[in-house]
């Protein structure tokens, strides 16, 4: 594509500026929220590559996450106002490269997250019931990108990881698809492979020990309130050393994650009758996953902590029986079309937010935030945080005639005529307001709150107002 020669600097200051921002998921929503109140003019349009915002919020979370209500709600809110436009079904490197999105905005901001699982590099990882977090997660929320259906054949199951994730996983192994039907959005084929799910064991590992554990409080304590399931954990996996006593003194979340571990410890087996079980065990690493073409157990080494919380193995392994494996153990980002990219952290290279060359040159126009730009820790808190400083300096560049447009800089006008131009059938605010009304009527017809359409080509043909065979599976 030619490159139109940029505006003379009056004629650019007569509209406002126009940015790019790539993922609707919360990075991308507080990153538009803050430059929509900042202090230049601008025009925002949020891109995702799937049909819907909201990102991980919605194809990221157990569908049964206490807080999953909240947190929607809040973004919503920033939508809804009209000020931020959102385009999605734009997949960014398919349908149209970044080098060509920069040539109708003045600056690209990425925010697509972390939605990969980093691998378990173990022998016998490349067995076909060792599954990554990540598939199986965007399974049970209804990605539109993913197989229907999913392999759940094991009565004892091992997951290895001690975050928020592995407990979304185990909780959802074990709860049952009427409790889940009641109270998520779940589609139906989710709930017809949960119905035969026959697992009776979950064991949960962990390297460290339970000052270590990477789990919220909210969440360990709802995993103790699932129906028909009893939670082990073992007294022999307890130690502390200085650094576990550090992290006791210094957070209030650990001290009560420890405290709902310890007291689980009394829970006397002999007096379990619930028909599956969760067990917790903690200093104990992966080593190799056994079997030949079928998994057919794990073997964990022990380990001991090192006095600094860190821990070392002792050479002593434990075999556990488990005919398929979970690994919880972190999400990874995906390199973006021709973005320099960092393959050890996996991010893509950046100064407090600038996008940078290998060489640590900046890269005018280019920004990042969220998992993407500083791997895939933190919270909502540190979600916004970090916007903040990606906006500040976009802003300051702004102001700096640093960055603009290599192309006419027309914004979503000349895009979105390039866009249509491809056969690219994009889906606005407008339409996901049409998805939501139609998941929540085809929920009311069975009695549910809503119930998810997983069929990309469906989503998008209710959120465009044209006409869809009903492939919801």
Do not use: C
Not at 8 to 23: K, S
Not at 58 to 76: F, T
């Amino acid at each position: 594509m030619t490159h139109a020669s940029p505006a003379p600097e009056h004629a650019a200051q007569e509209r406002p500026y126009r940015v790019a921002v790539i993922g609707a998921g919360p990075a991308g929503i507080y990153a538009s929220d803050i430059l929509s109140k900042s202090d230049i003019p601008v025009s925002i349009d949020l891109f995702d590559k799937l049909p819907t915002p909201y990102g991980l919020v919605r194809y990221g979370v157990a569908p049964d996450h206490p807080r999953i209500g909240s947190i929607i709600k809040a973004l919503h809110a920033i939508l809804k106002r009209g000020d931020i436009r959102f385009l999605g079904n734009v997949k960014i490197g398919e349908d149209v490269h970044m080098s060509e999105i920069h040539e109708f905005y003045d600056a690209v901001v990425v925010a697509t997250g972390a939605d990969q699982s980093v691998p378990l590099e173990v022998p016998g990882a490349d067995l076909p019931e060792v599954y990554g977090a990540a598939d199986f997660v965007s399974w049970y929320d209804g990605h539109p990108d993913v197989p229907r259906a999913w392999p759940l054949n094991a009565r004892n199951v091992a997951v290895i990881g001690v975050g928020n994730v592995a407990l979304d996983i185990s909780r959802i192994l074990v709860r049952s698809a009427d409790d889940l039907r009641a109270h998520t959005d779940i589609p139906e084929n989710v709930e017809r492979g949960l119905r035969s799910n026959p697992v009776e064991h979950v064991h949960i590992f962990g390297r460290r020990g339970p000052a270590q554990v990477k789990f919220t409080p909210l969440e360990l304590r709802e995993l103790s309130e699932v129906a028909g399931v009893d939670i082990q954990v073992y007294p022999e996996d307890f130690q502390y050393d200085a650094g576990s006593q550090e992290a006791l003194d210094s957070s209030k979340m650990t001290r009560q994650v420890v405290d709902l571990l310890t007291d689980w410890v009394f829970n006397d087996p002999d007096e379990m009758t619930a028909p599956r079980r969760i067990h917790i065990h903690l200093m104990q690493a992966p080593v190799e996953i056994l079997g030949t073409d079928h998994v057919t157990g794990i073997r964990m080494e022990r380990t001991q902590l090192q006095g600094d919380g860190t821990v070392t193995g002792t050479g002593e392994t434990v075999d556990y029986p488990v005919e398929a494996v979970y690994s919880a153990i972190g999400y990874a980002s995906e390199p973006l079309d021709g973005l320099p990219w960092d393959p050890i952290h996996r991010v893509i290279p950046n100064v407090e937010g600038r996008i940078v060359t290998d060489t640590g040159e900046t890269i005018p126009g280019y920004y990042v935030t969220g998992w993407i730009k500083r791997g895939p820790v933190g919270l909502i808190g540190s979600t916004k945080s970090d916007a903040r400083q990606t906006i500040r300096h976009l802003v300051a560049d702004a102001q700096a005639g640093i960055a603009r447009a290599t192309g006419d800089g027309s914004g979503g006008r000349g895009l979105l005529d390039l866009l249509t131009e491809r056969g690219v059938k994009w889906t606005t605010w407008e339409g996901w307001e049409l998805l939501e009304a139609f998941e929540e009527n085809f929920g009311a017809q069975q009695g549910r709150a809503r119930v998810k359409v997983v069929n990309r080509d469906t989503m998008t043909a209710i959120s465009r107002g044209e006409s869809h065979d009903g492939a919801l599976l």
